[in-house]
Every structure is written in structure tokens, then in C-alpha cells.
């Protein structure tokens, strides 16, 4: 019985302890990431893109001006998809999104250095939303390499981790010492009943002062 009661204690440390980290920000690291470092880092850039764009619109249609405007949408495009497929692969894990994720991202990357070769067309608005998102996507790109990097390595949900690792063999452990316990009482009623009965689940010569053990 002192077994279970132990045992039992640590079940209930535990469940308390998973409970507990459940709720605070740091049991998902990639998520804290995501939502306080890459997310509005993300928004800024992509309010910066779409300024750019909406400027555009006003100017003339000269080739110059038709092939920023494509490369701005096709840099808007991959980023947003860029964006979702990082956000999915925190979600999922998927080694899919992640592909996606670096591809999107390499594409959006190659997209800025053609807007900078073109900044001689920008207006001063454009210029400095092209600052903008020259300056931001760096630490987008460092910020989700290293997000995407941890989730790989480490845990992405610590809680999730702990109760696989302890809670449920606990609760496993809990569950046999029970059966045992059970086993064994009704042993002593078999004995109780029928002194000369053996017990050869035991093993021993005195099934009777074994079980007194317990």
C-alpha cells in the first residue's frame, strides 16, 4: 500500500504540474515566437508591400511600372504563402510546410533584391516602404529559421511531452499496482476460505506469510 500511495502522490504532482504549464505561454515556444516576434514583424512587412502596390496603382503604365507591379504582387504572394505554411508546419510539424515554408521564402527574398535593382522607378512613398521591407525581413528570416529549427529539435508543446513522458507511465504503474492489490485480496479470501490451497503465482512454500508482507 505504500507503494500506491507514493505512487499516487506522484500522479497527482504530476497531473497538477501539466495542468499548470498547460496554461502559460511557454509550454508552445514556437507559438510565443510566432505571435510576439514573427507575426508583427510579418504584418509590418506586409502593410509595407501593399502600400507599395496601392502607390503603383496611381502611377503611369510604362514597362517599367508593369514589371514592378508584377514583381511587387508575386513578392505579396510568396510572402503570404510563406506566412501560412510557417504557421501551419507550427500547428502540424508537417516536414511538407517546412518545404514550402524555405521555398516561399527563398522566392520572396529573390523578389526584394529585384525591387531594390528597380528602386531608380520608385516614388519617395515606395522607397520608403521598400526601406521598410528590406529592413524587416532579416529578422522575419532569422526569427523563423530558429523557431522552425527549435520545433525540430526540442519540444513543441512541453506539457504534451511531460504527460507522455511521465504522467501516463505513472498512471500505467498506478493501474498494475491496483490489479495486484485486487489479485492479492482475493488470495486472502481463497486462503481464508481454503487454508491448503497453494498459490503457485507466488512461488513460495508459505503463500500465507507472503501475503502477510502486504
Excluded at 154 to 172: D, F, K, V
Aim: charged share 30%; glycine share 4%.
Amino acid at each position: 500500500m505504500s507503494e500506491l500511495r507514493l505512487l499516487l502522490h506522484e500522479l497527482e504532482e504530476s497531473q497538477w504540474w501539466v495542468e499548470d504549464i498547460a496554461q502559460t505561454p511557454g509550454n508552445r515556444p514556437f507559438k510565443v515566437a510566432l505571435d510576439f516576434r514573427i507575426v508583427p514583424i510579418g504584418d509590418s512587412i506586409f502593410d509595407a508591400v501593399t502600400a507599395m502596390i496601392d502607390e503603383e496603382k496611381h502611377l503611369g503604365a510604362s514597362p517599367e511600372r508593369k514589371r514592378t507591379l508584377a514583381v511587387l504582387a508575386d513578392f505579396r504572394g510568396s510572402f503570404m504563402m510563406c506566412r501560412a505554411s510557417l504557421a501551419e508546419f507550427g500547428e502540424t510539424g508537417s516536414l511538407d510546410r517546412k518545404r514550402q515554408f524555405e521555398e516561399t521564402l527563398s522566392l520572396a527574398r529573390d523578389r526584394l533584391d529585384q525591387l531594390v535593382s528597380l528602386r531608380r522607378h520608385l516614388n519617395s512613398p515606395q522607397r520608403d516602404a521598400l526601406d521598410v521591407v528590406a529592413l524587416e525581413l532579416r529578422p522575419f528570416e532569422t526569427y523563423s529559421r530558429n523557431s522552425v529549427e527549435q520545433k525540430l529539435l526540442g519540444e513543441a508543446n512541453i506539457a504534451h511531452g511531460w504527460m507522455t513522458r511521465e504522467t501516463i507511465p505513472l498512471s500505467s504503474r498506478v493501474a498494475v499496482t491496483l490489479d495486484n492489490i485486487a489479485a492479492r485480496d482475493d488470495a486472502r479470501l481463497i486462503l481464508e476460505r481454503d487454508p491448503d490451497f497453494e498459490l503457485a503465482l507466488f512461488g513460495y512454500d508459505n503463500p500465507v506469510d507472503h501475503l502477510r508482507d502486504f
